[in-house]
Nanobody
């Protein structure tokens, strides 16, 4: 499956952006999806994940309450709505697909758990 992330840009602190991740080559409906981010000089870190049907989500603490992951399987697309953005949210954001079933007790939080990756979209938050 090929993933294409889009929607990044430059925004002031407190602003909002919505990232999209569109899939081609295979339907996304059977995949757990995740968003990760990587700031310069730092490791890629988990942001959010959503189960294949969309009923379960999980967020890293730093974005809980500000970001919302969702999906529209009819459009083969996953979204990340980012509100109340902070300068520390600045990073390249990546979407990823995990073929394993969603595990409520142990959601997929690590890059190695994901099978397919998009190319990344830059998010820059100015103070």
């Amino acid at each position: 499956v090929q993933l294409q992330a889009s929607g990044g840009g430059l925004v002031q602190a407190g602003g909002s952006l919505r990232l999209s991740c569109a899939a081609s080559g295979r339907t996304l409906s059977s995949y757990v999806m995740g968003w990760f981010r990587q700031a310069p000089g730092k490791e890629r870190e988990f942001v959010a994940t959503i189960s294949s049907g969309g009923s379960n989500t999980y967020y890293t603490d730093s974005v809980e309450g500000r970001f919302t992951i969702s999906r529209d399987n009819s459009k083969n697309t996953v979204y990340l709505q980012m509100n109340s953005l902070k300068p520390e949210d600045t990073a390249v954001y990546y979407c990823a697909a995990d073929a394993a079933p969603y595990n409520k007790r142990s959601p997929s939080l690590y890059p190695y758990e994901y099978d397919y990756w998009g190319q990344g979209t830059q998010v820059t938050v100015s103070s």
